[in-house]
Nanobody, 120 residues
Framework: QVQLVESGGGLVQAGGSLRLSCKAP???????????WAWYRQGPGKQRELVAS???????NYLDSVRGRFTISRDSTRKMVYLQMNILVVEDTGVYYC???????????WGQGTQVTVSS
């Protein structure tokens, strides 16, 4: 069973920064490196949307509204995936979820979610 553990959410004023972390403690390194990793979010009354993704070949993709402010990265040694969020705006408020898609089976796994609240 794939376990994803998120941390780093919280309350921040507009213009501030947060870094979200996602750890995959039970995943072997080769699997970690071969998977696609992503962060999604679900704002109040909104559908879940893809915020940023990191493919196995190193390509990144961002939601237009966060491009230039957010950065997704990974640390294979620690089996961690990060989302650095800068210049936060109220519209970034929501529950952020770590997601991985297994290269071997195409199965998806989700973290439990971490709340990010940006105040004006």
């Amino acid at each position: 069973q794939v376990q994803l553990v998120e941390s780093g959410g919280g309350l921040v004023q507009a213009g501030g920064s947060l870094r979200l972390s996602c750890k995959a403690p039970t995943m072997i390194t080769s699997t970690f490196n071969g998977n696609t990793w992503a962060w999604y979010r679900q704002g109040p009354g909104k559908q879940r949307e893809l915020v940023a993704s990191f493919s196995s070949d190193g390509r990144t993709n961002y939601l237009d509204s966060v491009r230039g402010r957010f950065t997704i990265s990974r640390d294979s040694t620690r089996k961690m995936v990060y989302l650095q969020m800068n210049i936060l705006v109220v519209e970034d408020t929501g529950v952020y979820y770590c997601n991985t898609r297994m290269r071997s089976t195409n199965a998806e796994y989700w973290g439990q979610g971490t709340q990010v609240t940006v105040s004006s």
